[in-house]
């Protein structure tokens, strides 16, 4: 089994761009796909990224996945940053047909 | 539009059996190649994988609640239905039910607290 390491925590301000990490603790970043969602204060999950870079109908082109096998890792970046994007996001994958999620990022705008 | 609501018990007694329904309403259950999926999260935690139910009838479970875990899906009620037994205290959580296609969750309930207390 594998688990997926994400900061605790990042800040950044309106306006910047803000990457958020997600390792891969063994197997290939790219053996199974990452998905990526956001939770808001008090709200239930929403799906951002599936397949490491697909956005889902309706996200914002300011959303953006992708997966690096060098560090075996995949990353969620946010441009243009606004203050309603503040909130906790999570990664996701696969280990066979088990889901892994992993701890989730808490993302403040200052 | 898709819309997926939690229904059950807000309270549990420890080493009692939680039982949640999701109701699905906007579209059939039995219609198209979905999934059908639970994840909880434990107060002020992540997220955690309950398990799923594919359209092909396959249904795999988090290895960590395998042994008590039972997740069907009823189609003359158009709604799928989540048996977590011998509950504790750390299964106090919010409930969340969900819907996928491929790798994509297209839809999310609004979750329901479950809390185990005596």
């Known amino acids: 089994n594998f688990m997926l390491t994400q900061p605790h925590s990042v800040s950044e301000s309106p306006g910047k761009t803000v990457t958020i990490s997600c390792s891969r603790s063994?197997?290939?970043?790219?053996?199974?796909?990452v998905q990526w969602y956001q939770q808001r204060p008090g709200r239930p999950p929403t799906s951002l990224i599936y397949?490491?870079?697909?956005?889902v109908s309706g996200v914002p082109d300011r959303f953006s996945g992708s997966i690096d096998s060098s560090s075996n890792s995949a990353s969620l970046t946010i441009s243009a940053l606004k203050p309603e994007d503040e909130a906790d996001y999570y990664c996701?994958?696969?280990?066979?047909?088990?889901?892994?999620f992993g701890g989730g990022t808490k993302l403040t705008v200052l | 539009q898709l819309q997926l609501r939690e229904s059950g018990p807000g309270l549990v007694r420890p080493s009692e059996t939680l039982s949640l329904t999701c109701n699905v309403s906007?579209?059939?259950?039995?219609?198209?190649?979905?999934?059908y999926t639970w994840i909880r999260q434990s107060p002020g935690k992540g997220l955690e994988w309950i398990g799923s139910r594919y359209y092909t009838g396959g249904t795999y479970y988090n290895p960590s609640l395998k042994s008590r875990v039972t997740i069907s899906v009823d189609t003359s009620n158009n709604q799928f239905s989540l048996i977590l037994r011998s509950v504790t205290a750390a299964d106090t959580a919010i409930y969340y039910c969900?819907?996928?296609?491929?790798?994509?969750?297209?839809?999310w309930g609004q979750g329901a607290l479950v809390t185990v207390s005596s």
């Open positions: 397949e490491d870079d697909h956005r």
């Open positions: 906007g579209g059939s259950i039995s219609s198209g190649s979905y999934f």
């Open positions: 969900a819907r996928g296609l491929d790798y994509e969750v297209d839809s």
């Open positions: 063994s197997g290939s970043i790219a053996t199974n796909y």
């Open positions: 996701q994958s696969y280990d066979r047909t088990y889901w892994v």
